[in-house]
């Protein structure tokens, strides 16, 4: 079901951001609590004496006892089904068996940190084709599993979007459009080449192409919109970065896609 990885692979830290719709807490295996919340998990890249770590925040307060408003972690890393942020001391208050494995697995990130009861050790990203569907923080003191998961959409990212028409923007100006029926087609689906992420190319009403493919990867999803960012090259050297699309819908049913030339400032939306 989630993607699978190279397993124990240390990976460069990159931010990211996930909305959660709702929570669960596990004790020994046993449902504790469970309930709903709208506050975002969201995490940069930040420097701790001269090293690079990932800070996660989420400030929903009815869960501050169980999860610290920010969370701090040494290594970003592969393993099986999941990715992992970890932090890891040598010397610890904690007396935990996942700590402990963790520990003969990977080894210390770190001499030593005693850990609140509130405060994970290990946060778990586990992604479906690229997308984030799920967040989980695993805990030592006392050993506990925290889980928080989207809310449900019926958009499934293999599509091709029928637009009447479409508006140009260039450095927040209107510059054109509509036209009175200029119509184009957004077509989404999984990496042509095989690899991770999407394939976009736009064509016009007969079939002709107006924007060449392009490789995306979703940066961030909410709940009535999807973001796409350009990675990697072409086969000419080219980078897609310069490239994003964000898709627009209401519980599955497509409102708009926004095209985005970051290099030109520009910004297009095609409408429904």
Not at 47 to 55: D, F, L, R
Not at 245 to 269: A, S, Y
């Amino acid at each position: 079901m989630f993607d699978k990885h190279t397993d124990r692979k240390e990976l460069n830290k990159q931010p990211f951001y996930f909305q959660p719709s709702r929570y669960e807490l596990w004790i020994d295996g046993n449902l504790l609590n469970s309930g709903k919340t709208d506050h975002e998990i969201r995490a940069t890249v930040i420097s701790e004496h001269g090293e690079e770590k990932i800070k996660i925040n989420f400030d929903d307060s009815k869960l501050h006892h169980e999860i610290k408003q920010f969370n701090v972690f040494d290594k970003f890393m592969t393993s099986n089904d999941r990715l992992q942020l970890i932090t890891i001391p040598a010397d610890t208050n904690a007396d935990c068996v996942g700590l402990s494995m963790m520990q003969r697995l990977v080894g210390a990130t770190r001499q030593e940190k005693n850990f609140d009861r509130n405060e994970p050790y290990c946060c778990n990203l586990f992604t479906i084709n690229g997308i984030i569907s799920k967040v989980t923080f695993s805990y030592s003191n006392p050993e506990k599993l925290l889980e928080f998961y989207p809310q449900e959409s019926n958009l499934v990212l293999n599509f091709s979007f029928e637009s009447s028409d479409h508006i140009r923007y260039e450095n927040g100006i209107h510059v054109s459009g509509p036209h009175g029926g200029a119509k184009r087609v957004i077509k989404v689906s999984p990496n042509q080449t095989g690899g991770e992420g999407y394939s976009i190319t736009i064509f016009d009403s007969i079939g002709n192409t107006q924007m060449s493919t392009k490789q995306m990867r979703i940066t961030s999803t909410e709940s009535s919109t999807i973001i796409l960012k350009g990675f990697g090259n072409d086969e000419h050297g080219f980078t897609f970065s310069d490239y994003g699309l964000t898709i627009h819908h209401n519980d599955g049913q497509m409102i708009k896609c926004t095209l985005h030339l970051f290099d030109r400032n520009v910004i297009i939306d095609y409408l429904s």
